[in-house]
């Protein structure tokens, strides 16, 4: 099982500028690069403070300077807010300027807050429509001339230009959760991105048997890789989980509270759900049962039951509303503690 870190930049009120959120997860990214995670991935979200992530294309041009061989991910593409065009285009340089360490991830989006401020309102759930019309879209543009007529997107002959270093195609990754998309993302050619968010390792074990029949469906298919998202924390006493868990509730707290959608935000902020709304399903004791928060030999114990069920690549998801340097400290762990007992190429 190899390993990733998934990360955005996140500010909770403004005593902390841009500049220095920048900063913190450049820093980040560097410190897995030094100790042995493949990829960085970086999302896509639009007019929240909480995750600040306009266009992934930004970081990984900018992280490509700033590293030079962790692999650098898109987490994920929205494809209702792209044309198939311009992102076949925009991607593809973007690969050029990394060397080609591009990761290339989409999903369908899913916070209702961005389809009623970019979408005019369209559920989100109608994204799915849009990443399946543009997965073979951008396929077909990155390798040849290629002229669309659909339900969504319709062009005349063109090509992407400039093409991708990476031939024919940077490796393509779908979020998937229902059957459906499983299946969309395999019999495409794509690797498949997992969240159980919140739930238990049941949840885990759900994912992974829809994926598992998605790649029975499509024998004709290599067996593609699946990553596994999980907010991950590292501590080494009770304290220092108590903190982390703290945090994590206090992120899913925020999380909710733009998932329902019923404020309306003050200058990109909203106010965080207290513990009585967010409800038992969130609890501290829940979070800290589901998620990867532990000592490194608890965390060591649940990744490899995530190993034994077929998971290729372990994200380690770094938002979490800690400070810097708690950031730094668990990242630190996992490298020192947790990724040995897991065998690297």
């Given at each position: 099982m190899k390993f990733s870190l998934f990360l955005h930049m996140e500010r909770y009120d403004d005593n902390k500028t841009h500049q220095e959120s920048l900063a913190e997860l450049t820093e980040l990214v560097q410190i897995a690069e030094k100790g042995g995670f493949e990829m960085a991935w970086v999302g896509e979200h639009h007019a929240m403070e909480f995750t600040i992530a306009p266009n992934p294309i930004n970081y990984i041009t900018y992280l490509a300077n700033k590293t030079s061989s962790i692999r650098l991910g898109a987490g994920t593409f929205i494809a209702p807010f792209w044309h198939p065009v311009k992102l076949a285009g925009e991607a593809a340089l973007a690969d050029i300027m990394c060397d080609g360490r591009l990761e290339f991830g989409i999903a369908r989006g899913a916070y209702q807050a961005e389809f009623d401020r970019l979408m005019n309102g369209m559920p989100a759930a109608d994204g799915g429509k849009y990443l399946r019309e543009m997965v073979p879209a951008l396929q077909k543009l990155w390798t040849s001339d290629y002229a669309h007529d659909g339900e969504l997107f319709q062009f005349p002959t063109t090509t992407s230009v400039p093409k991708p270093l990476q031939q024919p195609h940077p490796p393509m990754w779908v979020a998937a959760r229902d059957p459906d998309s499983h299946n969309f993302a395999i019999s495409s050619g794509c690797n498949v991105m997992v969240t159980p968010l919140q739930k238990n390792d049941e949840e885990v074990q759900d994912l992974m048997n829809k994926f598992n029949d998605a790649c029975a469906n499509n024998p004709q298919v290599d067996r593609p890789d699946i990553m596994l998202l999980r907010h991950t924390f590292v501590g080494e006493n009770e304290q220092e989980l108590t903190v982390g868990t703290d945090a994590l509730h206090h992120w899913y707290s925020m999380f909710m509270a733009w998932a329902r959608n019923n404020q309306t935000p003050d200058?990109?902020?909203?106010?965080?759900?207290?513990?009585?709304?967010?409800?038992?399903?969130?609890?501290?004791?829940?979070?800290?049962?589901?998620?990867?928060?532990?000592?490194?030999?608890?965390?060591?114990?649940?990744?490899?039951?995530?190993?034994?069920?077929?998971?290729?690549?372990?994200?380690?998801?770094?938002?979490?509303?800690?400070?810097?340097?708690?950031?730094?400290k668990s990242l630190q762990l996992f490298i020192d503690k947790v990724m040995p007992a897991f065998k690297q190429d």
């Amino acid at each position: 099982m190899k390993f990733s870190l998934f990360l955005h930049m996140e500010r909770y009120d403004d005593n902390k500028t841009h500049q220095e959120s920048l900063a913190e997860l450049t820093e980040l990214v560097q410190i897995a690069e030094k100790g042995g995670f493949e990829m960085a991935w970086v999302g896509e979200h639009h007019a929240m403070e909480f995750t600040i992530a306009p266009n992934p294309i930004n970081y990984i041009t900018y992280l490509a300077n700033k590293t030079s061989s962790i692999r650098l991910g898109a987490g994920t593409f929205i494809a209702p807010f792209w044309h198939p065009v311009k992102l076949a285009g925009e991607a593809a340089l973007a690969d050029i300027m990394c060397d080609g360490r591009l990761e290339f991830g989409i999903a369908r989006g899913a916070y209702q807050a961005e389809f009623d401020r970019l979408m005019n309102g369209m559920p989100a759930a109608d994204g799915g429509k849009y990443l399946r019309e543009m997965v073979p879209a951008l396929q077909k543009l990155w390798t040849s001339d290629y002229a669309h007529d659909g339900e969504l997107f319709q062009f005349p002959t063109t090509t992407s230009v400039p093409k991708p270093l990476q031939q024919p195609h940077p490796p393509m990754w779908v979020a998937a959760r229902d059957p459906d998309s499983h299946n969309f993302a395999i019999s495409s050619g794509c690797n498949v991105m997992v969240t159980p968010l919140q739930k238990n390792d049941e949840e885990v074990q759900d994912l992974m048997n829809k994926f598992n029949d998605a790649c029975a469906n499509n024998p004709q298919v290599d067996r593609p890789d699946i990553m596994l998202l999980r907010h991950t924390f590292v501590g080494e006493n009770e304290q220092e989980l108590t903190v982390g868990t703290d945090a994590l509730h206090h992120w899913y707290s925020m999380f909710m509270a733009w998932a329902r959608n019923n404020q309306t935000p003050d200058n990109g902020f909203v106010d965080r759900l207290s513990s009585e709304d967010l409800g038992e399903g969130f609890s501290k004791e829940v979070l800290r049962n589901n998620l990867a928060v532990g000592t490194p030999e608890e965390v060591v114990a649940r990744l490899k039951y995530y190993e034994t069920l077929g998971v290729s690549q372990y994200s380690y998801w770094a938002d979490n509303s800690l400070s810097f340097e708690e950031k730094k400290k668990s990242l630190q762990l996992f490298i020192d503690k947790v990724m040995p007992a897991f065998k690297q190429d």
